[in-house]
């Protein structure tokens, strides 16, 4: 497959993937910055963490690359599409501490904004890895193991990384978008770049990695063992967030091995058509969910951060998901009445 290729049928199997994996973001959001410190710290805690882990960060980052190198784009529409997504990340930053920024004002909370302004969310990383990507595609063309080599070694070397910039000096604030060990950089370079990277590889094995029924089934009764028996490594690391944000090799393997049984079994279920469409809708509009689920659930948490029950978690779930989809859905008719260019 030369550089330029890509798969000509439109892969709605990504469309679910991302479609669930917004709904699991928005259940592990609320239950992080939601949910009373008993039940985030219990078993159902440490369920929802692991939910809104492996197929959620590492799933978008892994698509956000197979699908950057499609033949409409060249290297600068890719450095240009990175650089919006960077600008919209600072802005979001801006937006979804909005109440909390007040509030640190008026001094009713003693916290430092930078932390917050300045925080590595997935959009900012989004945008630098599309850079990355089309800088890199000269030099790595259309060659999947050059392109997991890479995704490799970006995990491989990611705790030394953390080691090797973490600062207490004023550059801590751009180290913390490369592998610093700090609060607020939630998904830094190292090892996050990994995924994007394994994105293209796969992209570019996309013909010769397509499995048959029978494929599929042989390859799940292997992956799924392998995954229920070190399950307890991964459930773990996701409920400790440090450990997450800033994983090296081992949780990156258990989640390139995940992403691909999770994959298979999509691909396999048959689905409700209306279920189908129904979550399809989230993974097509996966980054306006994204922004607006966000300023949601970051202005309200700021008011009633962890000191909600189980059944007020589920009720702010439920709320959260309906009023996103119809932000959504308005937002989208506005743009298509009034769009920005002609």
Not at 272 to 289: K, R, Y
């Amino acid at each position: 497959m030369s550089v330029t290729s890509q798969p000509t049928v439109h892969n709605a199997t990504a469309d679910v993937l991302k479609g669930i994996g917004v709904l699991l973001m928005i259940q592990v959001h609320i239950m992080e910055l939601f949910a009373r410190p008993e039940i985030a710290d219990g078993n159902v805690g440490k369920i929802a963490f692991f939910l809104g882990g492996p197929p959620v960060a590492p799933m978008f980052m892994v698509l956000l690359g197979f699908f950057a190198l499609r033949s409409n784009r060249s290297i600068g529409r890719l450095i240009m599409r990175g650089c919006k997504l960077i600008a919209v990340g600072a802005l979001l930053n801006l937006g979804i501490n909005l109440h909390l920024f007040v509030r640190i004002y008026l001094g009713q909370i003693a916290l430092d904004p930078l932390e917050y302004l300045f925080g590595v969310d997935i959009l900012l990383l989004a945008g630098i890895s599309l850079i990355v990507i089309a800088l890199l595609r000269p030099l790595l063309k259309d060659r999947p193991l050059l392109w997991g080599t890479t995704s490799l070694l970006i995990a491989t070397v990611a705790p030394w990384m953390s080691n090797l910039v973490a600062t207490e000096s004023g550059w801590k604030w751009l180290a913390a978008f490369v592998a610093a060990p700090v609060r607020w950089s939630y998904f830094p370079l190292f090892p996050w770049l990994a995924y994007p990277m394994l994105g293209v590889a796969v992209f570019h094995l996309y013909d010769r990695l397509r499995l048959s029924r029978g494929g599929s089934a042989i390859a799940l009764a292997v992956s799924l063992p392998v995954l229920l028996f070190t399950g307890s490594f991964a459930i773990a690391t996701s409920h400790d967030l440090p450990a997450f944000y800033h994983h090296g090799l081992p949780l990156f393997l258990w989640n390139t091995l995940f992403l691909a049984t999770w994959t298979l079994l999509f691909r396999l279920v048959i689905w409700p058509q209306l279920l189908w469409n129904w979550v399809s809708w989230f993974g097509q509009n996966v980054t306006a969910c994204y922004i607006v689920q966000w300023l949601l659930v970051g202005n309200i948490a700021t008011a009633i951060y962890k000191t909600e029950s189980l059944l007020h978690c589920a009720l702010w779930f439920v709320t959260l998901v309906t009023m996103t989809r119809l932000l959504v859905t308005l937002a989208n008719a506005i743009r298509t009445r009034h769009p920005l260019s002609p």
